[in-house]
C-alpha cells in the first residue's frame, strides 16, 4: 500500500462552491420513495463494508467527519431535469471563445515536453488533451465544490441509482486510503466526477496514472498525472493514432438523408463517390478508413464527417454535442476556421413541446414511445418514418419547424 502523503488532522469543513451555486438554492424534501433505511443506519452498513474491503478506520473517520445528511442539493440536481433542450449553436457558443483558445495554444507550449511524451507513449495528439483539459474544468480552473464522499453517500443512499453510486464510493474510500489525496481535498462534481479532467472514481482506479513520478496520483492538482491519466483512458478505449475526428462537410442537392447519423458509416471513399466533399468544396479524397455524416441541427445545419476517434470522444461523454466540441476546439487550437455554417436563431423546444412532439408522432401512427420530453432513438426513428411519408428532409431532427409541421398534420385528419 502507499504511504500516506497527508497529516492526519482535523478536516477542514467541505466547502461547496460553483456547482452548488448554479442556479437557486432552495428548500427541497427527499424524494417522495425515500429509503426505509435511515441515512445514519446505512451509513453504518456502509462504514462495515468498506472496512472489510480494507479502508483503515483512520481514513473512514476521516472521509466521513463531516457526513451527517445526505445533501438536498444532489438530490435535487439528479433529480432535475432541464426545462428546455439544449440548441447546438448555444451549445458551441458556449464553449468556443477567442480567450479559450488563445490560453489553449499558451498551454501546448508551456507543458511542450510532457505532450511530447504523451504523444510518442500513447498516441494522443496534444491538442486533443489540451480541447478535453478546457472543456472538463477549463485548465482546472473549475472542478466543482462538492465533497466527493459526501456526494456518493448521498446518491448511493438514494434509491434511484444506488448500487452504481454506492460502487462508486467504495472506490473513492479506497483512493483515500492509497492516499492519492487528502479525505478534505477530494472534491468534485455534485455527481462525483473528480479533478481538472472529471474523473468518477471507477475511472480513476482503471485508468490514472502518475505522470510526475512522485508515486501519487493528483488529478486536483498536478498536470503531469492528469494529462498522462487522460491520455492513458483515451489510448485504452480505443482512439486511433494519429487520426483526427471528423470534419465539417458539405453535402449534395440529392443527399440521401436516411445515410446519416453513426449507424451508417462508409469509407471517405464511398462518401465521396456520394458526392461528399470537404468544406471549402474540395475533394475528399480516397481512404479505407470508416466514417459517419452526423447532422447536429439536421438537414439545414453544419455536416460533419466524423471518424474513430469522434466514437471514442463519445465514450468519454455520450453527448454528440460534446465530441463536436472536443474535436473542433481541437481544431482550433491547430489554427482551424471557426464551423462556417454554424446556424443562426436556433429556438430550441421546451420539454412540454417535445412531449406534444411525441404525443402528435403517436397519434399520427408513427411510435414515439411514452411522451417523456427526452428526445431518445425511438422518437427520432419515428420522425424520420413521418418526414418520409411527407417527402420532408428525413434528418431525424427535432425542430420548432417540425413540430408546427405535425400539429398541421395533425389538425387535417
Not at 462552491?17 to 453504518?44: C, D, K, N, V, Y
Not at 468556443?96 to 498516441?123: C, P, S, V, W
Not at 464511398?270 to 471549402?280: A, H, M
Amino acid at each position: 500500500m502507499k504511504s500516506k502523503k497527508f497529516k492526519i488532522n482535523n478536516p477542514s469543513p467541505f466547502k461547496h462552491g460553483l456547482l452548488a451555486l448554479a442556479g437557486s438554492i432552495f428548500s427541497l424534501g427527499l424524494h417522495a420513495q425515500a429509503p426505509e433505511q435511515s441515512f445514519t443506519e446505512w451509513l453504518t452498513q456502509l462504514r462495515t463494508e468498506a472496512s472489510t474491503a480494507g479502508v483503515s478506520a483512520e481514513i473512514l473517520d476521516l472521509a466521513f467527519a463531516q457526513v451527517h445528511s445526505p445533501l438536498e442539493r444532489v438530490l435535487e440536481l439528479d433529480k432535475s431535469q432541464p426545462e428546455f433542450t439544449l440548441t447546438f449553436s448555444g451549445y458551441m457558443k458556449n464553449r468556443m471563445n477567442d480567450a479559450r483558445i488563445r490560453r489553449g495554444r499558451k498551454l501546448l507550449q508551456e507543458h511542450k515536453e510532457l505532450f511530447d511524451k504523451l504523444e510518442t507513449q500513447y498516441g494522443i495528439q496534444r491538442h486533443y488533451l489540451v480541447s478535453f483539459w478546457a472543456l472538463e474544468s477549463n485548465f482546472g480552473d473549475y472542478t466543482g465544490g462538492f465533497s466527493v464522499i459526501n456526494a456518493l453517500a448521498t446518491l448511493a443512499w438514494d434509491t434511484r441509482r444506488s448500487s452504481f453510486f454506492r460502487g462508486e464510493l467504495l472506490k473513492a474510500l479506497n483512493i483515500l486510503e492509497e492516499g492519492h489525496i487528502a479525505p478534505d481535498r477530494m472534491t468534485g462534481s455534485w455527481a462525483g466526477a473528480m479533478g481538472q479532467c472529471q474523473f468518477m472514481p471507477s475511472t480513476f482506479a482503471a485508468y490514472a496514472r502518475d505522470g510526475d513520478g512522485d508515486g501519487h496520483i493528483d488529478i486536483w492538482n498536478s498536470v503531469p498525472d492528469v494529462m498522462t491519466s487522460a491520455a492513458n483512458y483515451l489510448s485504452q478505449v480505443g482512439w486511433h493514432r494519429g487520426q483526427r475526428w471528423g470534419r465539417e462537410v458539405l453535402l449534395p442537392e440529392n443527399f440521401d438523408f436516411t445515410l446519416s447519423g453513426l449507424q451508417t458509416q462508409r469509407s471517405v471513399t464511398q462518401w465521396q463517390s456520394l458526392g461528399v466533399r470537404k468544406i471549402d468544396a474540395s475533394p475528399l479524397g480516397s481512404d479505407d478508413m470508416q466514417g459517419s455524416v452526423i447532422l447536429p441541427v439536421g438537414a439545414n445545419g453544419p455536416a460533419f464527417l466524423v471518424y474513430n476517434n469522434f466514437r471514442t470522444i463519445m465514450i468519454w461523454n455520450r453527448s454528440q454535442f460534446y465530441a463536436i466540441a472536443v474535436g473542433h476546439l481541437a481544431d482550433r487550437f491547430t489554427g482551424a476556421a471557426a464551423i462556417k455554417r454554424m446556424p443562426q436563431n436556433e429556438v430550441a423546444l421546451s420539454r412540454a413541446d417535445v412531449i406534444e412532439l411525441q404525443e402528435l408522432l403517436n397519434s399520427q401512427g408513427f411510435p414515439a414511445g411514452y411522451p417523456d420530453g427526452i428526445l431518445g432513438s425511438k422518437t427520432r426513428e419515428a420522425l424520420r418514418d413521418f418526414q418520409a411519408q411527407r417527402q420532408l428532409p428525413t434528418d431525424a431532427y427535432a425542430s420548432y419547424e417540425m413540430l408546427e409541421i405535425l400539429r398541421v398534420s395533425a389538425e387535417s385528419q
